[in-house]
């Protein structure tokens, strides 16, 4: 079975960081995208950024570019999201996902499945 | 960049009716465009991938149509267990590149 596991819940300060994590198993870690979405409280879905672990091509959204950093470990299978120093207004739940064609390592478009989320709160 | 657009952001409707939510993108996004639902307190689910075609396990209940610019999805009976929140998604893939609809609501009557 393809499944993508989220670290825990955190409750962090301000100016605090945080690295969060995204595993994969049942599937060719390496050869899949593992994107990253916000989910603010009672709001929408936004995009964040994709990571391709075969090679760590990283793209971000202009609006978190300089925000977070999006990294994975394939030795572990493991997709990361992290932040060096957070502010309230990354209280949000954040989910991994995973996209793509194992032929050709192109980004499908869609996602498919979707970890659990971790919720982040930061809060002083 | 490209804007995406629902409508209506929130609909309430009873067992058994058709339920239709359209996604408008602000340029030619050919067929590049999922739907998801995500119920409450769950994750989002894919349903639909460009534009009409049904993922794997998903009722046929659920189907989605369009190109271009103007999107539909429809839920032809509507069941209890389809309360969400339903969300459009386009996309480009040289390089990757990802944008959700705002959402749209749906309850029971």
């Not at chain 1, 993508?4 to 945080?18: D, F, I, N, R, Y």
């Not at chain 1, 198993?25 to 709001?43: A, E, H, L, N």
């Not at chain 2, 602000?26 to 639902?37: G, M, R």
């Not at chain 2, 894919?46 to 009409?52: F, G, P, T």
């Amino acid at each position: 079975e393809v499944q993508l596991v989220q670290s825990g819940a955190e409750v962090k300060k301000p100016g605090e960081s945080l690295k969060i994590s995204c595993k994969g198993s049942g599937y060719s870690f390496t050869s899949y995208w593992i994107g990253w979405v916000r989910q603010m409280p009672g709001k929408g879905l936004e995009w964040m950024g994709i990571i391709y672990p075969g090679d760590s091509d990283t793209r971000y959204s202009p609006s978190f570019q300089g925000q977070v950093t999006i990294s994975a470990d394939k030795s572990i299978s493991t997709a990361y999201l992290q932040w060096s120093s957070l502010k309230a207004s990354d209280t949000a739940m954040y989910y991994c996902a995973r996209s793509g064609d194992i032929l050709t390592g192109y980004f499908m478009g869609w996602f498919d499945p979707w970890g659990q989320g971790t919720l982040v709160t930061v809060s002083s | 960049d490209i804007q995406m657009t629902q409508s209506p952001s929130s609909l309430s409707a009873s067992v058994g009716d058709r339920v239709t939510i359209t996604c408008q993108a602000s340029q030619d996004i050919s067929n590049y465009l999922n739907w998801y639902q995500q119920k409450p307190g769950k994750a989002p689910k894919l349903l639909i991938y460009d534009a009409s075609n049904l993922e794997t396990g998903v009722p046929s209940r659920f189907s989605g149509s369009g190109s271009g610019t103007d999107f539909t999805f429809t839920i032809s009976s509507l069941q209890p267990e389809d309360i969400a929140t339903y969300y459009c998604q386009q996309y480009d893939n040289l390089p990757p590149k990802v944008t959700f609809g705002p959402g749209t609501k749906v309850d029971i009557k």
